[in-house]
Every structure is written in C-alpha cells, then in structure tokens.
T-cell receptor
Framework: GNSVTQMEGPVTLSEEAFLTINCTYT??????LFWYVQYPGEGLQLLLK?????DKGSNKGFEATYRKETTSFHLEKGSVQVSDSAVYFC?????????????FGKGTTLSVSS | GAVVSQHPSWVICKSGTSVKIECRSL??????MFWYRQFPKQSLMLMAT?????????EQGVEKDKFLINHASLTLSTLTVTSAHPEDSSFYIC????????????FGPGTRLTVL
C-alpha cells in the first residue's frame, strides 16, 4: 500500500543552522510528493511539491528533490529562522476509495531558537 | 490564497450526544472535500471523501453511520459525529482541492473534539 515515513521529532536547532527532515515513501505508480507545514494555531499549508522524478520543489528557502531510486523526498533548508518553527508533514497523492487523496507522514516538529 | 474555514474550532460534549462540524471553502467552490482525523503526535488519517450532490465515500474501517457527512453545497461540507464516545475525541481536519487537480489541497484549521 501507500505510506509515508518521516523522521521522528522534535528537531531543535539554533537560528541559521542547516535543516534536514528525512522522508521516504512507498507507493504504487508515480505519486506526486508534497511538504506541508502547520504553524501553531493554523491549518496545514502547502510548502512545496514535486510531481515527477528528479523534480525539485522549492519555496521560502526550503527545497526537496523527488528521488525515485531511493523513494525519498527529504526537506532541506540552509539557514533556519525562528519563524520556521512549526510541524512539517511529508505527503504523497494516492488513490483512495473515492479518488485521489493525500497520505501523510506523522509530522516532524521543528523548534528554532535565537 | 484559497481559504478553508472550520467551525467550531473547539467543542466539548457529553457522551451520547451528536456534534456537527462545518467545513467551508470561502473563496472557491469545491465539489469534493476530504475529512481527516489526527491523533496526538500521529499522522492525519483520511476518513472520507465528501462529494457535492452525492453520498460520501468512506475509507476502510470508518463507520459511515457514526460519522455522517453531508456536502450541502459547493462551499459547505459537514461532519456529524453521532452518539459520541470518549474514543471519538480527536482533532478533525477538512481539506478541499481547488480546480480539477487534486495536487494542491487547502486545509481548514481543524476542530478539536473532546467527549466527556
């Protein structure tokens, strides 16, 4: 079946540190891959996406590359800020009972201190 | 960007009562909406797909008589938790894709349900 596995948190970093959050997936076919972010008290927001192998999604300094050979979509940022503190979810699009829906990882909490 | 709202954001109810949660797309029409459930420190679990003008489609293991879904209009879907029990306590989140592609979905802020 379809599933997403992402690294357990919490991840605690100092401002300007390098961030990597690992995400691997299992899927039939060729899913699209996503990173969503949930800031405290807010709904999930799409951070970036990639729809095919070797695509790189990027937004707000975050990047992730769709690696079909390693079934991975790791999230990276070169220099984190306090405002990046949030929960990050890796997800893939997959067929559900009714159509296409998102399958999520468990989420990784990032805490950045100044 | 597109906005999806949920109401209420937080509800406490007694065991045996029913609770209705609303999900609205505020600036776009959504013929399909999704309902998820999130347990503490766990992933979002897809419960059902809400379809405007037709019956909802439930994922395996989700009781359709327990979680009633009605997609009354192109901007509103409701989830009613019937005869709620403490094990139904959870965080319920809806989402709606905009346009024909399901590759981007917009999420509501979620509803925290606590059943006493």
């Amino acid at each position: 079946g379809n599933s997403v596995t992402q690294m357990e948190g919490p991840v605690t970093l100092s401002e300007e540190a390098f961030l990597t959050i690992n995400c691997t997936y299992t899927a039939t076919g060729y899913p699209s891959l996503f990173w969503y972010v949930q800031y405290p008290g807010e709904g999930l927001q799409l951070l970036l996406k990639a729809t095919k192998a070797d695509d790189k999604g990027s937004n707000k300094g975050f990047e992730a590359t769709y690696r079909k050979e390693t079934t991975s979509f790791h999230l990276e940022k070169g220099s984190v800020q306090v405002s990046d503190s949030a929960v990050y979810f890796c997800a893939l699009s997959a067929r559900s009972q009714a159509g296409t829906a998102l399958i999520f990882g468990k989420g990784t909490t990032l805490s950045v201190s100044s | 960007g597109a906005v999806v709202s949920q109401h209420p954001s937080w509800v406490i109810c007694k065991s045996g009562t029913s609770v209705k949660i609303e999900c609205r797309s505020l600036d776009f029409q959504a013929t399909t909406m999704f309902w998820y459930r999130q347990f503490p420190k766990q992933s979002l679990m897809l419960m059902a797909t809400s379809n405007e003008g037709s019956k909802a489609t439930y994922e395996q293991g989700v009781e359709k008589d327990k979680f009633l879904i009605n997609h009354a209009s192109l901007t509103l879907s409701t989830l009613t938790v019937t005869s709620a029990h403490p094990e139904d306590s959870s965080f319920y989140i809806c989402s709606a894709p905009r346009g024909s592609s399901y590759n981007e979905q917009f999420f509501g802020p979620g509803t925290r349900l606590t059943v006493l």
